[in-house]
């Protein structure tokens, strides 16, 4: 089992390494921090080689871009680890307590104090003086860079931010900006950065992109006062744009919701009056079969009266035949029987005429008896 590292080369390794790691590289650095040429480019014109002090120093990234640009670049650090990086690529770097560096400068000898991803690792009354002696060792138009991470990104200020043990507490934009304020300073903007460029064009933003989306890292640059024609000289910087605030994206969060909302109440209404057609239909369909089935039921209604009245009718005359039928057959029955009773009669008459005949042949042909002696 390991047993904490103790002394202090130790964890001054540690923090190089977890720099190393969790910053990022050092050309990826240097393309970020180029995002600051604007803003001095103009001093150039003005203090040409002017002397730039870096607080905080780290790997020298901001150095190298500031030598890069023109300007003669130094910074302090008390990482020894950190500073082993810097002399190792030949930068002037010197192991120096921030607020010791700042006060051994003279008034108005300096065109930029720069610390970056120093103020949440200072007390804030640290931070209180790190402006202050700004304010007094810059030259008119002289600038103060301080960047910091973004705890408006809800995922810096809640979780990320604490992968750094050396953090002390995120400093919001709004108390970062009247710390400079209060010093004095005349012009003061905030620049919001390292977000994910696609979010400024990104037609759909998605909850995700409110909560993680807001630039991670944060600026504030801070200008001493001058002449207006020298002010007028960085204006085009302080009038540039830069990221995303969780107000932006909330708001085009809230936009794309409506946009969805009404999307899908227009489906929902385009639904319904096409349901409300089809059932329409459906109805009007119906009405119309039993129309038909009404009519079709009134036929065979009709056909079914006609057809009992056939019937009926029918029945009639049978029974008017069976009638009729039967009259005649007692007609006939009657006259049949007159007619036996005829030939009866006959027939009586005809034996009684045989009777009579025999009789009478009977009396011509018997012999004649003789008359009797009286």
Known sequence: MHSPPTEKADALSFYRAFEDRDRGS???????????????????????????????????????????????????????????????????????DLIEAL????????????????????????????????????????????????????VVGTNNFYLDPTHIRPVPSLLLEFCAEFAGFARIKTLQLQENPHLHTASAIRLIDVLAGVSPDYAVIAQKLADDDVLELFNPAFQT???????????????AAQQQCAAAQAEASQALVQLKAERG????????????????????????????????????????????QHAALTKLQQR???????????????????????????????????????
Not at 350 to 372: C, D, F, G, N, V
């Open 103 to 154: 006060q051994a400068c003279a008034d108005e000898s300096l065109c930029v104090v720069s610390a970056f991803h120093v103020v949440e690792h200072i007390p804030f009354e640290i931070l209180q003086m790190v402006v202050r002696e700004a304010m007094r060792i810059l030259v008119p138009g002289g600038l103060l860079i301080l960047e910091t991470p973004n705890p408006e990104n809800l």
């Open 336 to 374: 049949l029987e007159n007619q036996r009773e005829q030939a009866q009669t006959r027939e009586d008459q005809l034996k009684q005429q045989i009777e009579q005949q025999r009789q009478a042949l009977q009396a011509a042909t018997a012999p004649s008896t003789p008359l009797s002696d009286e």
């Open 26 to 96: 050092r050309d990826l650095i240097k393309q970020r921090l180029r995002q600051y040429t604007s803003f001095l480019t103009p001093l150039l014109s003005l203090y040409p080689q002017g002397d730039v002090l870096d607080l905080g120093c780290g790997r020298g990234e901001w150095l190298e871009v500031a030598a890069e640009l023109g300007f003669a670049a130094r910074g302090v650090d008390q990482d020894a680890g950190m500073l082993a990086a810097c002399t190792e690529i030949g930068l002037a770097v010197i192991q120096q």
């Open 281 to 324: 239909a459906r109805v009007a369909e119906t009405a119309t079969q039993l129309r038909q089935e009404r009519a079709q039921s009134k036929q065979l209604i009709a056909l079914l009266k006609e057809e009992q009245t056939q019937r009926a009718e029918a029945r009639r005359a049978c029974e008017t035949r069976e009638a009729q």
């Open 241 to 255: 744009p830069f990221g995303l605030t969780l107000w932006q994206l909330a708001e085009r969060y809230a936009e």
